[in-house]
């Protein structure tokens, strides 16, 4: 009986902290920018393609290809002129089976030296520049990965992979957030052909945020009518991403890899190819080009949405825009070096950033060839 209690106890504790909890539509969106320069060149078509440690933010299903050595990816990219700095690594560990594959991804994205000016008045209305001071905005998730085989049946293979994620947001010495989420990956693998399944947030991600504002500020805030913020909570909505590649030989060096992907959100109406209350569909296509998979050229496109015509001066009239993207990758022994050249806005206001990667097999020296 006491059992029993505790359990409604906690359950009605938990139904009381999720009914002040919302689902945010763009909530963590730092989490939808990508992982490898190699990703993010093939515009995110990657769930299931991906077979290396970037797998574990596209597919921890694909982890499992990642055998006999670890391998570390790092990438770092700037956005807007620098303003935003977004950094991932990862290191993926294959198991003493080597049917498992466990691995470690850390996300950063930042915008530093952001200029505090609410004491910049001073109460009797003078300004004093002295008072500016500057503080850094930034989202971190940390993701564990463990990834295994599960059925081989002729030249198909199944995989599986689950992630569980930690989110740490920060806002100065202001506001702090910590949340938690779990992800889930399928992959199905034939030499010419690949599918795909990841479920992102599955079980709903969630965040708890926590605010640390001086009397000062609070003063500052009343007097200008601003809301003093408080304690909070947001909820991530689960997406799932379903893909297909397939692999056509053009010769014996050439080949090419082609990969649709499709993000489904539940979380209302997007401004997507497909949108409803229900449901809302983004496509995203890649394709990749391989001699002797040494030499590499990718491109995709994707983001598509319907926007304000800039050449309409009425400003009624709506086209279809969408985020290209092309790259490059050259293989030296176990060290791959990847580039992406991304357009983060639409064709004819266009903002493009850089992108690089670094992957690299730790080979041991008795597996040298």
């Known amino acids: 009986m006491k059992r029993t209690r505790f359990y409604?106890?906690?359950?009605?504790?938990?139904?009381?902290?999720?009914?002040?909890?919302?689902?945010?539509?763009?909530s963590n969106e730092f989490l939808n920018i990508g992982a490898g320069a190699r990703g993010l060149a093939m515009a995110s078509a990657q769930v299931a393609s991906v077979s290396d440690g970037t797998a574990g933010y596209w597919n921890p299903a694909g982890l499992v290809n990642v055998k006999d050595n670890p391998q570390i990816n790092l990438m770092h990219a700037e956005y807007f002129a620098g303003i935003g700095k977004y950094d991932y690594g990862s290191v993926a560990i294959p198991l003493k089976d080597n049917k498992r594959v466990m691995a470690l991804s850390i996300l950063r994205f930042a915008v530093d030296d952001i200029p505090n000016t609410v004491f910049l008045v001073e109460p009797d209305g003078s300004i004093n520049f002295s008072n500016i001071t500057?503080?850094?905005?930034?989202d971190y998730a940390f993701l564990f990965s463990l990834a295994q085989n599960i059925k081989t049946t002729g030249n198909t293979k199944i995989s599986g992979g689950v992630n569980a994620k930690i989110i740490h947001r920060k806002a100065g010495d202001m506001a702090t957030a910590w949340g938690f989420g779990f992800d889930a990956g399928l992959q199905i693998v034939n030499p010419k052909w690949k599918i795909g399944i990841m479920?992102?947030?599955?079980?709903?991600?969630f965040n708890a945020?926590?605010?640390?504002?001086?009397?000062?500020?609070?003063e500052v805030f009343y007097y200008t009518g601003n809301d003093i913020p408080s304690k909070s909570t947001e909820l991530t909505a689960p997406k799932l991403i379903v893909g297909g590649s397939y692999n056509f030989k053009l010769n014996k060096n050439l080949n090419l890899?082609?990969?649709?992907?499709?993000?489904?959100t539940f979380d209302g109406r997007r401004n997507t190819v497909i949108s409803s209350n229900v449901v809302s569909l983004d496509p995203k296509l890649g394709l990749e080009a391989s001699w002797r998979n040494v030499f590499f050229v990718r491109a995709g496109i994707n983001n598509f949405q319907r926007a304000l015509d800039d050449n309409d001066i009425t400003n009624t009239k709506k086209v279809w825009i969408y985020q290209p993207a092309v790259g490059a990758g050259f293989r030296l022994s176990n060290v791959l070096i990847d580039y992406a050249f991304?357009?983060?806005?639409?064709?004819s206001n266009p903002l493009y950033t850089h992108v690089f990667s670094l992957k690299v097999d730790l080979v041991k020296k008795g597996n040298k060839k």
Request: proline residues 2%.
């Open 8 to 26: 409604v106890t906690l359950s009605v504790l938990l139904l009381q902290q999720f009914s002040y909890a919302q689902f945010r539509k763009y």
């Open 134 to 138: 500057t503080f850094s905005s930034a």
């Open 199 to 205: 479920a992102r947030d599955v079980t709903t991600t």
């Open 209 to 218: 945020w926590s605010y640390s504002l001086p009397e000062k500020m609070r």
């Open 257 to 264: 890899l082609t990969e649709a992907n499709f993000d489904l």
């Open 342 to 347: 991304t357009n983060l806005a639409n064709q």
